[in-house]
Structures are given as C-alpha cells and as structure tokens.
C-alpha cells in the first residue's frame, strides 16, 4: 500500500533519506526536517493512510501508538515529558498527506498551547 507521489512513502522505501529514530516491520520513526522543539519525530505507518480519519485498520492504529513509547525512551523524554500531535487535514495544517504522528519534547511548552510553536 504505496502511493508513488508521497514523500512519507519514498522515505519509507529509502528513496528519499532520513535519519531513523526507530523502526520495526509495521512503522518507522526519523527525526523532523524542521524540528519545532529540541526533539521532534515523525512516526508513519509504513502502509500509506491519507490521515488519521483514513480508513486504518486497527492494528496498524495499535502499532503506530505503541510506537510513540519506544520513540520517547530512545529520545529520553519518556519521564522530562513530551506532546503528541497529529495534524489532519487544512484546519490543522497537514501538509503531508502520509498520516505521522508528531512526538515534540526536550523543553517546557505552553499550556495547553494547540500550537506547534512552542
Ligand atoms: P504536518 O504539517 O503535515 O503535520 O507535518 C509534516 C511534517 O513533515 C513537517 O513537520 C515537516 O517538517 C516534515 N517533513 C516534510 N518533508 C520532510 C522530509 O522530506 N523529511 C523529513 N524528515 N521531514 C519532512
Ligand atoms: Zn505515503
């Protein structure tokens, strides 16, 4: 389950690099291009899902949040804390069509602050 003009896809297949936090056969984890907070990873099915409203079966669901502990261990941000974000569609701002989800953390953030920018 590929789609050949989705960049989330083409870094999936190696085709466009990235530095990976975490991986195992359902997800994987690379760190932001452009990182809002000192830590930010993106965390993608390995199958292409639109966003998180897409039809996703749920073990691939399960996959992709059980992954979120293991990519807070690895940064060390488990205990520190860290904030859980996935954009879906134009009123959050997703701009990958690929559905991720964001694991932001290494500094305080706002309240209760909706915002990426921290
Ligand atoms: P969205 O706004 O869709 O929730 O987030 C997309 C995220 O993907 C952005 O934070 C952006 O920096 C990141 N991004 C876009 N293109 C690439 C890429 O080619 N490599 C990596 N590592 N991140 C990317
Ligand atoms: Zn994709």
Do not use: W
Not at 26 to 44: G, K, S, W
Not at 91 to 116: F, R, Y
């Amino acid at each position: 389950m590929k789609d050949n003009d989705c960049i989330f896809c083409k870094i999936v297949d190696g085709e466009i690099p990235s530095t990976v936090v975490y991986e195992n056969d359902h997800v994987l984890a690379f760190e932001d291009l452009n990182p809002m907070m000192p830590t930010h990873v993106l965390i993608i099915p390995k199958n292409h899902y639109k966003n998180i409203i897409d039809d996703i079966p749920a073990d691939e669901m399960a996959n992709l949040m059980a992954a979120i502990k293991d990519v807070a261990r690895i940064k060390g941000i488990d205990e520190s804390g860290f904030r859980v974000i996935i954009n879906t569609n134009d009123d959050a701002c997703q701009t990958v069509h690929h559905v991720h989800v964001h694991v932001l953390g290494g500094a305080k953030m706002n309240e209760g602050n909706p915002s990426l920018d921290a």
